[in-house]
């Protein structure tokens, strides 16, 4: 016997002050759904949710609920107001004799329930309305952005907890992974209307770029039937006009027809600069150590980071991912060891707090209040890798729209915001970029055009990341951070780290660290000093580099002309010579440098 539908939605309408965000929308949510609400930031999935949740009433249709289901709703921003602590907030709507599982989902999430609300961060805020949620158990648990904010091991947490649990749900996410897990059938959001697909995540990208060739093919069709027609109408309605009267209509409303169509919203136009190539050693650290009073961030450790390199810093929250890339930045000391940063170094930092966005700034003054380009002391102009841009005409680029130019930061999404400090990076050339929590709140069509610049990035990644998918899609490298100060570097991605460091690596619910067995200080390794000759070369290199590098990029110019080879071909055949040459005499001298400056540690 077929089971009632948990939620129905029917003919729903909705508008906000302008085109419709949905109109004639069907959605039902069955007992043992396990779905995901994907599309586009903008595209309305959380205000979806919300009109599930019943938050959103809609200007036409119907919500029906059948009696006694209970539906629970986990939203981005949750309020607080009336609650002292997290823990009152998670615990509210609960019996008394089920406060254990606040506490089992505190522990699990990974925040302290005797924290004040007033103090809490935003991500505490959010686990603490994740772990109300989980306690509650609602029939249909609605999940917008769960993994926001979580670091690897609470996602494993939460991934068993959902798979084990009996409720229906639906979850708006970026984590591939965790979708690719959990999921059993997919909803789409596209230009305001919705399609499900009886499968989960894993097939969704296949599943609609099919659905968007199709539409390419029919609107190829429809675009060659009216240009066939019109041809007809200019040739001969004059000699027909009675009796063809209903073509010309037919016609009209094929015109209409491909007026009303709503063109795909174009990718953000990204692209990075590597700028000038920096040194081939990008960062040598040495025995660094870190602590804040007896707290061991990180003992001590080395690392070597060559150009071109992308490496992932993993680990819980707070182990100290961030502290580290910082040290290895010189933008903090670290309290014993050395940190030696390579020639040529250009820095660029997507920080996870968002900090270099002022929340009561324009758009329009994020981008150009410190730029010099302008009229009358305003810059309407930003530098982009080296040319002047409209700083509306960039920032339509990153999908802003014209009103929002001239809106206030604060007024943007969490994803908004994501790809506002993009466009401020990408902006300037880079050699080494710095990329701490990049994949919060943007969508995956976003990280997947991100993912594919960095492959194509010729400058170094440092990484800090808890999305799995896009860690083994990025890093060349993974740092795993355990606590207690242990950083272990595993060649690869997520999913390269060994068997072995299974207790280290996040599994569901916290596991205590393993104490390691305390070793003895070891003596540093006596190094022979530079000879007289040896110290004059060192100090002769870097300006033999640049001059290699200088005249290999005139080389590279003059061979790019299409003509020389046909029309000069002994000049071709000699300036091909002569890059090659140089190109072997820069590998060579920066080897040589490399070589000089370890020994002079």
């Known amino acids: 016997m077929a089971r009632a539908p948990l939620l129905q939605l029917s003919d729903i309408a909705l508008t906000f002050g302008g085109d419709p965000v949905f109109d004639g929308l069907d959605l039902v949510v069955q ?12 595209s309305g999935k959380s205000t979806l949710m919300k009109v599930m949740a ?30 002292a602590t997290l823990g009152d907030f998670a615990a509210s709507g609960l019996e008394p004799g089920e406060a254990y599982k606040v506490e089992m989902a505190a522990e699990g999430l990974k925040f302290k329930a005797e924290t004040a609300v007033n103090v809490a961060s935003g991500g505490e805020r959010r686990r603490a309305a994740l772990a ?11 999940l917008d952005e769960p993994t926001n904010h979580l670091d690897i091991d609470a996602i494993a947490w939460l991934e068993a907890e959902l798979k084990a649990a009996q ?30 697909r009886e499968l989960g995540f894993g097939g969704f990208e296949a599943w609609r770029d099919e659905i968007w060739a199709e539409e390419d093919l029919k609107r190829h069709k429809l675009d060659r039937k009216i240009k066939a027609e019109a041809r007809w109408a200019v040739e001969g309605i004059s000699a027909r006009r009675k009796r063809n009267q209903g073509r010309v209509r037919a016609l009209q409303a094929l015109r209409a027809e491909r007026a009303s169509q709503i063109r795909r919203q174009d990718a953000a136009a990204m ?19 870190k602590a804040f009073g007896d707290k061991a961030i990180l003992r001590p450790f080395d690392l070597r980071v060559l150009r071109g390199d992308r490496v992932a810093f993993v680990g819980p929250n707070g182990v100290g991912k961030t502290t580290l890339i910082k040290m290895l930045t010189g933008a903090l000391a670290p309290d014993t060891g050395s940190v030696t940063l390579g020639t040529n170094l250009e820095l660029a930092v997507f920080d996870q707090n968002r900090e270099s966005l002022a929340p009561d700034v324009t758009l329009w003054d994020a981008l150009a209040g410190d730029n010099e380009i302008g009229v009358s002391g305003k810059a309407d102009q930003v530098m ?20 929002q130019a001239r809106a206030p930061v604060r007024s943007l999404s969490g994803g908004e915001k994501a790809r506002l400090v993009l466009a401020k990076i990408m902006a300037k050339p880079s050699n080494l970029l710095v990329l701490d929590e990049p994949t919060n709140d943007l969508d995956i069509e976003t990280l997947d055009l991100l993912q594919e610049i960095l492959g194509d990035y010729s400058g170094t990644v440092l990484l800090v990341s808890h999305d799995r998918d896009f860690i083994d899609r990025v890093a060349t490298t993974t740092v795993l951070m355990s606590g207690d100060g242990r950083a272990v570097v595993h060649a690869g991605g997520w999913s390269d780290l ?61 061979l790019s002309d299409p003509a020389l080879f046909t029309d000069q071909p002994k000049k071709f055949e000699k300036a ?26």
């Open 31 to 42: 007992p043992g759904d396990r779905v995901a609400l994907v599309g586009r930031n903008g």
């Open 54 to 83: 019943g938050l959103v009433e809609a200007d036409r249709g119907a919500r029906v609920l059948p009696a006694g289901v209970s539906v629970g709703y986990m939203e981005q921003d949750p309020t607080m107001e009336g609650f």
């Open 132 to 142: 109300k949620l989980m306690a509650e158990a609602p029939e249909l648990m609605l």
């Open 167 to 196: 409720s229906a749900y639906v979850l708006i996410s970026h984590d591939r992974a965790f979708l690719n897990a959990l999921t059993r059938a997919t909803l789409w959001i596209d230009r305001g209307a919705v399609r499900r």
């Open 271 to 289: 692209a990075l600069d590597a700028g000038s190539k920096s040194g081939k050693r990008v960062i040598e650290a040495r025995g660094i150590s």
């Open 384 to 403: 982009v890798r080296g040319a002047p841009k409209h700083v509306v005409g960039y920032l339509k680029e990153f999908l802003f729209t014209d009103q």
């Open 498 to 558: 060994p068997p072995r460091q299974a207790e280290d690596r996040p599994q569901g619910r916290m596991r205590p660290a393993a104490k390691d067995k305390p070793t003895k200080p070891q003596p540093a390794p006596q190094r022979a000093a530079l000879s007289f000759t040896e110290k004059h070369r060192l100090e002769a290199l870097p300006g033999e580099i640049e001059r290699l590098e200088a005249e290999i990029a005139k080389l590279s110019e003059f």
């Open 576 to 601: 091909s010579a002569a890059l090659v040459e140089r190109q072997q005499a820069l590998s060579a001298a920066e080897t040589e440098w490399l070589e000089l400056e370890e020994k002079a540690q």
